[in-house]
Each structure stands twice: as C-alpha cells, then as structure tokens.
C-alpha cells in the first residue's frame, strides 16, 4: 500500500519561511495531480497547492498566491510546497494528496477524489 510522507513542517515566527516535501513510500504510483491541503484547528480541510505532475503546471488557492511554490520532480513523483510571508492564518496540519486518474481537473475542490493521502505535517506560525 503506498503511503505519502509529508516533511518540513515545524514552528516558525510570522514572516518566516518552510518547505514542506512530499514522497511516496511502500510502492510506486504515477499521479496525475499532487496537492497540498491543510486543516487549520476547528475549520474544514482546505486545497492550498495542486501540481500537474505532466506539466508543472500550478494551481493555487487565493490565500496561498503571491507566497508559497509548489513544485515538483516529475521522475520521482515528489512535489515540494515552499512557503514564504508566513502568517499566523497558515497555522494547521498540511497533508500531500495524489489523484491518479486522467482526465480529472479539481485538484484544489476535490479533496474526495484524491486516492492517496499522507499523515500530515504540523505547521505552527506564531505572531
């Protein structure tokens, strides 16, 4: 069964920066869309960053544009998500998601579909 691993999570001061890493574990796999989501305590799990691992294509949720890069390595099937301009807003446990299936374009909305998901890192941004 593969299993994605989230790292680079940790607590920083406001303004700071992270770069949280993704990479499939126990198996290959050969996705079509990587994510990342975050849940923030008390709120509902939220896309952040989709990646078209084809591509390279970036997708972005307004409170991510402007600050974070989600990236990817295509051969590995890893993606990356660097954050900048850190706000305490980006307080949650961030998880990496993979969706397989071609042909499938909601990659920041639908969090149902995605096939695999990591256990998530904690990110902590202080005032």
């Known amino acids: 069964q593969v299993r994605l691993v989230e790292s680079g999570g940790a607590s920083v001061q406001a303004g700071g920066s992270l770069r949280l890493s993704c990479v499939p574990s126990?198996?290959?796999?050969?996705?079509?869309?990587m994510a990342w989501y975050r849940q923030a305590p008390g709120k509902k799990r939220e896309g952040v960053a989709a990646?078209?691992?084809?591509?390279?294509?970036?997708y972005y949720a307004s409170p991510a544009r402007g600050r974070f890069t989600i990236s990817r390595d295509k051969a590995k099937n890893t993606v990356t998500l660097q954050m900048n301009g850190l706000t305490p807003e980006d307080t949650g446990m961030y998880y990496c998601?993979?969706?397989?299936?071609?042909?499938?374009?909601?990659?920041?909305?639908?969090?149902?579909?995605?096939?695999?998901w990591g256990q998530g890192t904690q990110v902590t941004v202080s005032s």
């Open positions: 990646v078209l691992m084809s591509s390279g294509s970036p």
């Open positions: 126990g198996g290959t796999i050969n996705p079509n869309f």
């Open positions: 998601a993979a969706h397989l299936t071609r042909g499938w374009s909601r990659p920041l909305d639908g969090q149902a579909d995605y096939q695999h």
